[in-house]
């Protein structure tokens, strides 16, 4: 009877320990497929229209919302407050508020 006891505590404790080394391999990989997918993206996660196109993603194209030209989105003025649109210029900012 003795035998048997120790046979099942022993298979438990087995068991046990294998299932806590899948567990550590399986963060494992997850922790290395994150750190290669954020390599991959280049940038850090941007939420909103962050499409991957591979490598690095071209910049963003806005028009002015006063004459309609086309600047990137870094180089826009961004309108204030209620006019929440993008400009090429601090004058064609001001001019839409007016
Ligand atoms: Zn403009």
Redesign the pocket.
Known sequence: MGKLLFWVVAIALIWSVLTLIRIAQRKQERAQADAEARRRAGAPGGGAGGRGTGGRAPERIVA?A??G?YLPYSDAVRGRGSDSGD???VE?RDAARR
């Open positions: 002015c006063h004459c030209v400009y090429c210029c064609h």
